[in-house]
T-cell receptor
């Protein structure tokens, strides 16, 4: 089983739609969680950290479910510019580096 | 301020040659990471430096790969006797404190082995 698993997609949604991605992780002792965004042929960029109580940044909401070992990202009112690959990132206790999921591709259509 | 800088941005080399990739992290960032991303694939961890601690080399795919870092500044990733399967984008990232802090990535070096 992969340490961090994501549905590769693509998720094709119309502008204005709400879309949600999940990411599961295997290590119950994982400490820190992030969502990164990667545009085609570009480097990943931090979208948001994920806090235990859940957090929101504008149209984006991130949640953590430790019992079921997954994190989620909800995007409301999708824009064309949201089209990208969304990477789930986890930091495990005892490992020094962050582990990246393979990403979920989102395509927002006009 | 300046971000993470990587050079060269593109490198084409012949199979069997050695290559050296360079990364300049953000000033003050004690942690530095190298990742590899093959076309259409996710990020593959290679190596991690944190301050003066011994680096975490657990992701290096073979002994042809090595990396060094001078103090808390520049890092070089060296690939010896390159193979076609080494073709990928090599991404460097730095973070303020390591161990779970968010990463800031450079633009990457696109390596093509012919």
């Amino acid at each position: 089983r992969k340490e961090v698993e994501q549905d590769p997609g693509p998720f094709n949604v119309p502008e204005g739609a709400t879309v949600a991605f999940n990411c599961t992780y295997s290590n119950s002792a994982s400490q820190s969680f992030f969502w990164y965004r990667q545009d085609c042929r570009k480097e990943p960029k931090l979208l948001m950290s994920v806090y235990s109580s859940g957090n929101e940044d504008g149209r984006f909401t991130a949640q953590l479910n430790r019992a079921s070992q997954y994190i989620s990202l909800l995007i409301r009112d999708s824009k064309l510019s949201d089209s990208a690959t969304y990477l789930c990132v986890v930091h495990d206790t005892g490992r020094r580096a962050l582990t990246f999921g393979s990403g979920t591709r989102l395509q927002v259509q006009p | 301020g300046a971000g993470v800088s990587q050079s060269p941005s593109n490198k084409v080399t012949e199979k069997g040659k050695d290559v050296e990739l360079r990364c300049d992290p953000i000033s003050g960032h004690t942690a530095l990471y190298w990742y590899r991303q093959r076309l259409g694939q996710g990020l593959e961890f290679l190596i991690y430096f944190q301050g003066n601690s011994a680096p975490d080399k657990s992701g290096l795919p073979s002994d042809r790969f090595s990396a060094e870092r001078t103090g808390e500044s520049v890092s070089t990733l060296t690939i010896q006797r390159t193979q076609q399967e080494d073709s990928a984008v090599y991404l460097c990232a730095s973070s303020l404190a390591g161990s779970g802090s968010p990463l800031h990535f450079g633009n990457g070096t696109r390596l093509t082995v012919t």
